[in-house]
């Protein structure tokens, strides 16, 4: 049973647009979400991260919103750039537990 | 070396091969974790080292078995794989095993079963 599950599988953004991935969970008991992005050839690395007290979170370029009565989380990148073109990670973590629960990915391409 | 070391890079092995695949963390973490990536799935938790003991065990069949010296160093011994064991094999480290302590992974081992 997937615990995750993210949306859309692939996204073509213009640079300088917006791009937007989505995530949705079911366990309440999740308390963690993390977004990785990961290049070819490399391992995932964190980028944004929030807890479920905070409906927002914004890094730079990068923005986590946070519904906790829906069950639901997205990452925002603003003024993409073909930089940012890479396979983005939506999880999940227990408040008592070790493993990170990943989506699927998104493979983020941004054309110049 | 700097951040999370794995080696080899790519593997190739029969099925009646034994061969290990090792990570090093250069970061002074207390936590290591083996991953799987497999296309089209999400990634999967096979294995957490707390301190060098062993905190989980994700229903992960025996012909994969970890082993964690010290705090630096994770092996994955494998024996007798099948072909649908064919991904990348992650390693990652953290400062502790729980929630919220960030995981910084390895650039993976391409694994290929023939």
């Known amino acids: 049973q997937q615990q995750v599950k993210q949306s859309p599988q692939s996204l073509i953004v213009q640079k300088g647009g917006i791009s937007i991935i989505n995530c949705a969970y079911e366990?309440?008991?999740?308390?963690?979400f993390p977004w990785y992005q990961q290049f070819p050839g490399k391992g995932p690395a964190l980028l944004i991260a929030?807890?479920?007290?905070?409906s927002e979170k914004k890094e730079g370029r990068f923005t986590i919103s946070f519904n906790k009565s829906a069950k639901q989380f997205s990452l925002h990148i603003m003024d993409s750039q073909p930089g940012d073109s890479a396979t983005y990670f939506c999880a999940a973590q227990l408040n008592s537990g070790y493993a990170l629960n990943f989506g699927k990915g998104t493979s983020l391409l941004v054309t110049p | 070396e700097t951040g999370v070391t794995q080696t080899p890079r790519h593997l190739v092995m029969g099925m009646t091969n034994k061969k290990s695949l090792k990570c090093e963390q250069h970061l002074g973490h207390n936590a290591m974790y083996w991953y799987k990536q497999s296309a089209k799935k999400p990634l999967e938790l096979m294995f957490v080292y707390s301190l060098e003991e062993r905190v989980e065990n994700n229903s992960v069949p025996s012909r994969f078995s970890p082993e964690c010296p010290n705090s630096s160093h994770l092996f994955l011994h494998l024996h007798t794989l099948q072909p649908e064991d064919s991904a990348l094999y992650l390693c990652?480290?953290?400062?502790?095993?729980?929630?919220?302590?960030?995981?910084?992974f390895g650039p993976g081992t391409r694994l290929t079963v023939t």
């Open positions: 929030i807890r479920p007290d905070v």
């Open positions: 366990n309440t008991a999740f308390d963690y």
């Open positions: 990652a480290s953290s400062q502790a095993a729980g929630t919220g302590y960030e995981q910084y």
